[in-house]
């Protein structure tokens, strides 16, 4: 799989971002056309935000999901059961500020009153932070981190103490935040091309802390917005910044709310446990091939939406698209991710004086998240033990199945010895999102790539063929989160709703045109 470069042409062109782009008009010179009947193809995001806005603007829909519940990457998993028992996020588990349809959203849903302060890496001066000298508090990383920075400067000019300081803990965001291969990677470079991205800028106005050994990076990232807008890393310091910013919302009972909310309010069907094994785009529709139990199904539909992860859809036979759909959907990259989450007797963490966020623990086990206590103390606490993307989900995955909780917990339990406790652990859960076959990766990647490139590539992906549309955070300005999945889902919308089809008379979705059983 190609990395690097354009997915599809080699060829990069200017284009203008995704919200300068006008919503399509209902038809080129035509009067609107009368109801359209679309198959949505995935019940996660962006497949229900757009059925929700197809249905809006008069047409029926139907979706179809191989799955038995809905929200594609969106996982809250429940322990001692859903009610009262503690939750914790398998996939997407925070919403930045920023990210204005996402919350535009939860508010048509009815959730505002839920959206909590999401606490993340470095929120909390009591949690930990692996460095050489071993693990530390955040609150006492300052000289450790400073002196390993310095350590890793060629020979050249002093820089002042607060530049430095402010350096090192960028640095140390950037290795928190990226897997392990990848900020080594950075390594040799990052701490010149820090220094050089700093120079001119004052850094004293963000120094916080008693005396002032710590950097308010969010307010520095706010003031200076432009902050590494031209370096080669680009996307990845978009992400740092997000990460690690104050400014991320979670939503109490659980992020799937927002995917159930969404199926509750469909008009059309919803069909589970229906898995697309193949599409066929023609002159007039597309042919969705189908498997349910042991039966498969061959039918017509009108206009089809695909909203599946690219790295499902290569490994399915997709005729009658052009050689530039074909090599974006072959080529795009997509990154796994891991999350092992533990079921504790209590919020230990707490008697440590923890009270949330998250500690960088390195290693395999990478990222630590301490959920707050929100149900019944008497049922315990989650934990989010270990999160993991990219080479570093790969090699927790390669860690035999039935020892990578034995791993993380070997990793932790310097950190944290009270896991070792008897009857403290009480249960344990997994989610590889690489090994998913409904998923084959926890979201598209354009870390490495240039403005120019990353566009080409989200227009090509997001390029309908004839009938057959597209949507999914893949195909979005803001891959791997929440807001692209929303952002591509009523973009594809809108495109179907302003389609003139060639025939007017193309047959009705659901028209058997194969064998296998019933839908």
């Known amino acids: 799989m190609r990395r690097n470069g354009s997915a599809a042409t080699g060829v990069t062109r200017p284009y203008p971002p995704l919200s300068t782009i006008p919503r399509p008009p209902a038809s080129a010179g035509h009067p609107p056309p009368g109801p359209k009947r679309i198959t949505v193809v995935g019940a996660g995001i962006a497949g ?22 809905p929200g594609g990457r969106v996982r809250t998993h429940g322990f001692s059961g859903r009610a009262h028992g503690p939750l914790v996020e398998l996939g997407a588990m ?6 204005h349809l996402t919350m535009q959203w939860i ?15 470095f929120s909390d001066d009591a949690s930990y932070l692996a460095t050489p000298a071993g693990h530390v508090r955040v609150r006492d990383a300052s000289p450790v981190l400073v002196e390993e920075f310095r350590r890793s400067l060629p020979p050249g000019p002093d820089h002042r103490p607060e530049t430095l300081l402010c ?16 900020g080594r990677g950075l390594h040799t470079d990052l701490p010149v091309e820090l220094l050089g991205l700093l120079a001119g800028i004052d850094v004293r106005p963000y120094l916080v802390g008693g005396a002032a050994t710590r950097i308010d990076l969010n307010r520095f990232f706010a003031h200076h917005q432009g902050f590494a807008a031209h370096g080669r890393f680009r996307y990845f310091f ?36 229906r898995r697309v094994v193949g599409l066929h785009a023609r002159p007039d529709g597309v042919t969705v091939d189908t498997r349910h139990g042991l039966s498969t199904e061959r039918f017509d539909c009108p ?11 290569r490994r399915m036979p997709l005729t009658g698209v052009g050689d530039d759909k074909t090599a974006v959907v072959n080529d795009m990259q997509y990154w796994p991710a891991t999350k092992i989450a533990l079921h504790c007797r209590e919020a230990f963490w707490e008697n440590d004086g923890i009270s ?15 959920p707050p206590v929100e149900s019944d103390p008497r049922l315990g606490a989650a934990l989010l033990a270990s999160y993991t993307i990219g080479p570093d989900a790969e090699a927790l995955s390669e860690v035999p199945k039935d020892k990578r909780v034995a791993t993380v917990l070997g990793e932790l339990k310097p950190m944290h010895p009270e896991l070792a406790s008897p009857g403290m652990l009480l249960d344990a859960r997994s989610q590889v999102w690489g090994e998913d076959p409904l998923s084959m990766g926890a979201a598209s990647v354009r870390w490495s790539k240039d403005p120019d490139t990353a566009e080409e590539e ?33 973009t594809a919308a809108r495109e179907i709703h302003g389609h003139v089809p060639l025939n007017r008379g193309v047959t009705a979705p659901g028209h058997r045109v194969g064998a296998g059983g019933a839908r």
């Open 48 to 69: 229900l935000i757009a059925a929700h806005e197809l249905e809006r603007l008069g047409h029926r829909v139907q979706v179809l999901e191989a799955g038995l519940a």
């Open 94 to 99: 925070r919403i930045p500020a920023s990210h």
């Open 107 to 121: 508010d048509r849903l009815r959730l505002s009153d839920r959206v909590r302060q999401f606490r993340t890496l």
């Open 167 to 182: 350096a090192a803990w960028l640095a140390a965001s950037v290795h928190a935040v990226a897997p392990g291969t990848f």
């Open 238 to 273: 978009d992400d740092v910044v997000t990460e690690t910013s104050s400014a991320l919302f979670r939503l109490d009972g659980g992020m799937d709310q927002i995917p159930r909310r969404l199926v509750a309010q469909l008009r059309g069907p919803v069909r589970w446990g």
């Open 303 to 313: 206009y089809v939406l695909c909203t599946l992860p690219f790295s499902v859809l």
């Open 356 to 370: 949330g966020g998250g500690s960088f623990t390195g290693g395999l086990t990478r990222q630590t998240y301490y």
């Open 458 to 490: 989200r227009r090509l992906a997001a390029a309908p063929q004839g009938a057959l549309f597209f949507a999914g955070e893949h195909c979005s300005s803001t891959p791997a989160w929440i807001e692209g999945a929303i952002e591509s889902g009523l």
